[in-house]
């Protein structure tokens, strides 16, 4: 069982092609069942679906998804109690294509309630834990997706990414994340959190993995009209190890004041075996940097509490029945949703509000452009840019949860890449002294996520720090 539980998504193809997916299936269930009651990474969980599809590229392969991602005919809540008993009548674009793949869909996975959170401490259905050290967070908002790749339950996942939502759970967990170019990859069943900011990508245990579920979930969509024309390269062929002459950039306003010690240690070793094998590195400079989390809480929570107008008890999930329809609005969302989405919907309906839409909301969108070009300048000089994922490393359940500005600073590296709509990701750099993962970030030009993938295929083979896994038996 465990031999199977280990196998990376490359491994579990072969080995599905090889002996068919029910042994898989069946290692992953058990792994599961002994597993979650530790991690609480699985809301639920179907090993019995697999799908018509021998000879498929990922036919009877476990993929397990964020439960923010709609798949037809199961429950479908964003970790909220709002959305309880709401049963999705489509699929997912992302849904369709892995279906189209053959993958089996294994679980729905625990995550931040709506995806507000750094830590998937505010799930309704309660925290996740970080297999690397139960007391301490997976990351957030897609954190189940993360622990449960970290802790061997299933191949590979999805997530979703607003302000960082995928590369810090990824960080913190110590597996690769990938969050694509905004429109890379279809919008289309993913329950919206901020329209401009959010895109599905892949949690997988290396980076090839990565690769082959980006080659998979990618592509232009009709159903969503942000989703890009642009051709979609084939991603595994971009991996080499050689990145000779390749410019790597150091953004000096993310090595700043108040990050660990010891993943500073970690991410300014990186850029050295990155010189060590070839490539360039150079100071890059991205001066507004400073405004991304103020600019990403006000812009990216405007559209939040536009998006979560729908859920009122009308016609999704949850309804509390009262005398009148006003009073029903109420009842329903005050036990509907959770402390944080209330303070996200509060903070984005002011910012909206007459009188101050143009005080912070268009001031906001304008400092958002300025944000996108301090990339377009950076990305005249190098490649790719290269930085810490997380300012810290896992912390422990509860330290921030009382101090929302301490949470929302855990995305301090994450989100201008959101901003910028440009593809970046994490894939693990080393371990603190306590033997905590510690993630490393790249960012690339708007639709090159190949050189990006090059340089942490690159850097994760060179030093094969991937192969270290938890243990939690």
Not at 36 to 58: M, V, Y
Not at 182 to 209: C, H, M, N
Request: hydrophobic share 40%; with cysteine; proline share 7%.
């Amino acid at each position: 069982m465990a031999d199977l539980c280990s196998l990376t998504l490359k491994e579990a193809i072969e080995a599905a092609k090889k002996d068919g997916p029910g042994p898989l299936i069946d290692a992953f269930a058990k792994r599961a069942q002994a597993v979650n009651p530790k991690l609480n990474a699985f809301l639920r969980f179907d090993p019995s679906k697999i799908e018509n599809g021998k000879g498929a590229p990922l036919y009877g392969v476990p993929i397990s998804i964020k439960d923010n991602i709609c798949i037809d005919g199961r429950e479908v809540t964003c970790a909220s109690k709002i959305l309880e008993k709401h049963v999705p009548p489509y699929n997912a674009t992302v849904i369709e294509k892995l279906k189209t793949a053959g993958a089996t869909l294994f679980s729905q996975c625990n995550m931040d309630e709506f995806a507000f959170g750094s830590s998937c401490e505010t799930s309704a259905f309660g925290p996740c834990k970080n297999p690397w050290d139960l007391m301490r967070v997976p990351g957030g908002s897609s954190g189940g997706s993360a622990a449960s790749v970290a802790a061997d339950m299933t191949v590979a996942a999805l997530g979703s990414d607003t302000g960082g939502s995928i590369r810090q759970p990824a960080a913190l967990c110590g597996v690769v994340g990938v969050k694509p170019t905004y429109g890379r990859v279809s919008r289309y069943g993913l329950i919206a959190f901020g329209s401009s900011f959010d895109q599905i990508g892949p949690f997988a245990k290396t980076v090839e993995d990565a690769a082959i579920l980006m080659n998979i979930i990618s592509g232009h969509d009709p159903k969503d009209s942000t989703s890009s024309p642009e051709k979609m390269p084939d991603l595994t062929q971009a991996l080499k190890r050689d990145v000779k002459g390749l410019k790597i950039g150091l953004p000096k306003e993310y090595f700043i004041e108040g990050i660990d010690p010891e993943v500073e240690k970690s991410v300014r070793a990186a850029a050295e075996i990155y010189k060590k094998l070839g490539a360039e590195i150079k100071q890059v400079s991205l001066p507004h940097t400073e405004h991304s989390v103020a600019v990403y809480y006000i812009v990216a929570v405007a559209e939040a509490s536009s998006n979560l107008g729908r859920f009122d008890g009308v016609e999704y999930g949850l309804r509390v029945p009262t005398k009148d329809l006003r009073e029903m609005y109420f009842e329903t969302r005050d036990r509907g949703f959770g402390r944080e989405a209330k303070r996200r919907i509060l903070l984005g309906t002011f910012v909206l509000s007459a009188g101050y839409y143009e005080a912070y909301y268009l001031k906001g969108q304008k400092v958002r452009t300025l944000i996108r070009q301090d990339f377009e300048k950076a990305f005249k000089e190098v490649d790719v840019i290269l930085s810490p994922t997380s300012p810290t490393p896992a912390f422990k359940i509860g330290e921030k949860a009382a101090d929302p500005i301490a949470m929302y600073l855990s995305d301090i590296f994450t989100i201008p890449a959101n901003l910028a709509g440009i593809p970046a990701m994490s894939v693990p750099c080393g371990f603190t002294s306590g033997g905590l993962p510690i993630g490393l970030q790249l960012m690339a030009r708007p639709f090159d996520e190949a050189t990006m993938l090059r340089a942490a295929y690159s850097f994760e083979q060179e030093t094969g720090i991937y192969k270290k896994k938890p243990k939690l038996d």
